[in-house]
């Protein structure tokens, strides 16, 4: 897998590179979501959850001091002493007239529907209802500055309404009936009532539907509108100190939600998601008990209980068992979505204890990590993709210009020497490709000097060899000469035997010449075959013939058998081959022996075996036999075999030489040489090509004999 190079940069670009990459990555992946992300949300919630309870108190501290104030002014007392005159001025009446009937309402019906048509305080009224009439319009004028309170009633300490605010926050008049309903009503039946009048305190009345509802909520708006939250103050005689009356403020519980419904609770968090996504937190305020749902963006959700309606008893537990009013909700699942959220208790002084909740899903936590981690996985694979194109790139750049001078490699060692690479690069591969042209050129121009000098040698070579063959017939007949010479000159009466003795062995070295001549004129390629069918058997006899002489003069026994056989060749050099066979077996016997020749057909070959009992070969020897001139002998040519081989194959035949089986009677091996040709059939058909056995052109080797110094005729 790893067999090239760009492989093997890339698989270490990645390992090394873009492997702890992603281990990175996936570790980023895994730890900032839960670790960094949850964790500062969770403090983010605290913190929002801290504020959103703080601004409530501070609201609830507001109407506190508000109460204070105005329960404390000096008009309020002037107000408590007109109502009490009046009814001074009610019972005198009553005890003097007898007339029950005219109790009636604190206020003159008139004066009721004055005050219903704004009209208080326009000196319209009764003199004695001045003082009360003032106040009114203090209380109307209260009303609208602080814009949350419905309705402010000033009460006697016997449960009458003494005066009430007379507009709405946005300066509508009250409705004549809401009036009249409020000054008939008996409000020593309150508990709050009472509480404030023993408890000579500010009195907090907890998230309720008002029984005194101004006005129905406005349509599109939520529940919020129709509770309210109330707060009663006693009101003390200016002199005594005594409690002598109380002022209520009724709150619309929508400012309170409002505190906990502003945008802050989704600011907070914009940052967790991308923009045209609004962050999931909202808040929400449940009662005292932890319980019931007081505040809600869900309206359906009022006055539900968590742990029963909503199915998250844990919650209500985890407020529950906090001491500190203040902590994180275990995590929790509501409508599908899993959420973290953070709770605190708020307005504790007035026994209000409201529970201010902020709860974010987990998909928001999650989302910027989320995010993050995308975009380091995103990363991830660019980089992945990159270094991988990139080592790929560079990889193909480094191993372009290496296949190259490998192939050129290739074609120099085929031999091309013609062959230039071209890398233009200037690094080290440059020169590399610059070293291996210039290394070519050379190569190629010692070549032309090598091939060069080698013909030289070879033919030096064959020059020496041909010299020195020449040379050693020629002595012979030199001195044989010089014989001639001194017999004719002293007249010897010998003359005409030597004369005869001497042309004769000129004859043979003339001889002995040719066949030299022949040798090497065969070795260069010689004549061009003319085959034809030549009987085997008939040939090997003629050359036997041939050499009955030298081998009767040796002391060789020459035995012949077989049954022949037809083959396809040039008569000369076959005769040539058998001629080189039996001549090296003769030579290989110097002091006698006997020579076994014989041609069978075997299967659809001619086989020609001819073994002596002479030296044999070496192994040496045998490595070396069919080299062009090696020779054991000291005047051998050493092309016999040479040539033989060459004959033999062009007629797509074998020959072999190899160590004779051993021969118990001479306890001694010999060679046994033997020569494999097609057969041709036995039906002889009169080819065209045929060429008929003729003596060939000559004779045995008797030169060799002679130069050997074997033969009979060394003087
Ligand atoms: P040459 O006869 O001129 O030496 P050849 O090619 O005919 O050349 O033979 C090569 C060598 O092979 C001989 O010198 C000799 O050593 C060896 N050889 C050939 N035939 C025989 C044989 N019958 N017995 C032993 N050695 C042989
Ligand atoms: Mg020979």
Same mark, same amino acid.
């Not at 209520?248 to 989704?266: C, E, S």
């Not at 609004?278 to 008990?289: G, H, K, L, R, T």
């Not at 995308?374 to 296949?403: K, S």
């Given at each position: ?64 001091? $508000? ?72 209380? $109307? ?51 709050? /009532? ?16 008002? @029984? ?169 694979? /660019? ?56 290394? =070519? ?61 001497? =042309? ?14 022949? $040798? ?138 190899? @160590? ?22 036995? =039906? ?32």
């Amino acid at each position: 897998m790893l067999r090239r190079i760009s492989t093997k940069l890339v698989v270490a670009v990645l390992l090394t590179v873009v492997l702890p990459f992603v281990v990175f990555a996936v570790f980023i992946n895994e730890q900032m979501g839960d670790r960094l992300t949850r964790h500062v949300v969770q403090q983010a919630l605290m913190g929002l959850v801290k504020d959103l309870g703080g601004q409530i108190d501070y609201f609830i501290d507001e109407r506190h001091q $508000d109460l204070d104030l105005w329960s404390n002014a000096p008009s309020i007392n002037l107000a408590l002493d007109d109502d009490l005159f009046e009814q001074r001025m009610l019972e005198r009446a009553r005890v003097e007239g007898g007339d029950p009937e005219s109790g009636g309402p604190p206020w003159s019906a008139a004066s009721v529907a004055l005050l219903a048509r704004g009209r208080m305080g326009s000196g319209d009224l009764d003199v004695g209802s001045q003082a009360r009439a003032l106040f009114t319009s203090e209380l $109307d004028r209260y009303v609208a500055r602080k814009a949350v309170y419905d309705v402010l009633l000033l009460i006697a300490d016997d449960g009458r309404l003494v005066t009430c605010s007379s507009r709405t926050p946005e300066g509508e008049p009250l409705s004549f009936e809401l009036l009249e309903c409020l000054f008939l009503t008996d409000f020593s039946r309150e508990e709050w /009532f009472q509480r404030t009048l023993d408890e000579e305190r500010i009195i907090g009345v907890d998230h309720h539907t008002s @029984p005194y509802r101004i006005y129905e909520a406005p349509p599109d708006e939520d529940q919020a509108w129709n509770y309210h939250v109330g707060f009663a103050a006693p009101v003390r005689e200016s002199n005594s100190g005594a409690v002598r009356g109380v002022l209520y403020g009724l709150v619309n519980w929508k400012f309170i939600q409002d505190i906990v419904a502003a945008p802050v609770v989704k600011d907070a968090f914009r940052g967790l998601v991308k923009p045209p996504e609004e962050p999931s937190p909202y808040s929400w305020i449940w009662a005292s008990d932890g319980d019931t749902i007081l505040g809600h963006p869900k309206r359906s959700l009022y006055y539900k209980s968590v742990s029963k309606d909503l199915g998250l008893p844990q919650m209500v537990e985890a407020v529950r068992e906090n001491r500190a009013g203040w902590g994180l909700y275990p995590e929790y699942t509501f409508l599908g979505e899993e959420k973290n959220a953070a709770f605190r208790r708020c307005a504790v002084q007035d026994g209000f204890s409201w529970v201010v909740g902020v709860g974010i899903d987990n998909d928001d936590i999650y989302a910027t990590a989320e995010e993050l981690s995308d975009l380091l996985l995103g990363g991830t694979a /660019f980089v992945l993709v990159m270094a991988t194109l990139w080592t790929f790139v560079i990889a193909r750049r480094t191993t372009g210009p290496i296949l190259e001078l490998q192939r050129y490699t290739r074609r120099v060692a085929e031999g091309d020497l013609d062959a230039q690479v071209d890398i233009s690069s200037r690094d080290e591969l440059g020169h590399l490709a610059d070293d291996f042209n210039a290394m =070519t050129r050379e190569l190629k121009a010692q070549r032309g000097r090598l091939v060069k000098a080698e013909k030289d040698a070879a033919w030096r070579e064959m020059a020496r060899q041909i010299a020195h063959d020449i040379k050693n017939p020629l002595t012979p007949i030199k001195l044989s000469l010089d014989l001639l010479e001194r017999v004719r000159r002293n007249g010897d009466p010998n003359a005409d035997e030597i004369l005869d003795r001497t =042309t004769e062995l000129m004859q043979r070295q003339v001889e002995n010449l040719r066949e030299i001549a022949a $040798d090497f004129y065969e070795f260069t390629g010689g004549r061009k075959a003319r085959p034809g069918r030549v009987d085997a058997g008939e040939l090997l006899d003629e050359v036997l013939h041939l050499h009955d002489a030298w081998a009767v003069e040796k002391g060789v026994q020459m035995q012949r058998a077989g049954r022949g056989g037809l083959v396809n060749a040039d008569v000369g050099k076959l005769r040539r081959v058998l001629v080189n066979l039996v001549s090296n077996a003769l030579q290989a016997m110097p002091n006698g022996g006997e020579l076994f020749a014989d041609v069978d057909p075997e299967g659809d070959e001619v086989v020609i075996r001819i073994r002596d009992t002479g030296t044999g070969i070496s192994e040496d020897v045998r490595e070396h036999l069919f080299e062009p001139y090696f020779t054991t002998k000291g005047e051998g040519t050493g092309l016999g075999l040479a040539i033989s081989k060459r004959v033999i194959e062009e007629l797509h035949g074998s020959i072999t030489l190899e @160590p004779a089986p051993w021969d118990e009677a001479r306890e001694g091996r010999g060679t046994l040489a033997t020569v494999r040709l097609e057969r041709l059939d036995e =039906t002889p058909s009169a080819a065209p090509g045929e060429v008929p056995t003729e003596p060939g052109p000559t004779g045995p080797e008797q030169g060799s004999e002679q130069v050997d110094g074997e033969g009979p005729g060394t003087s």
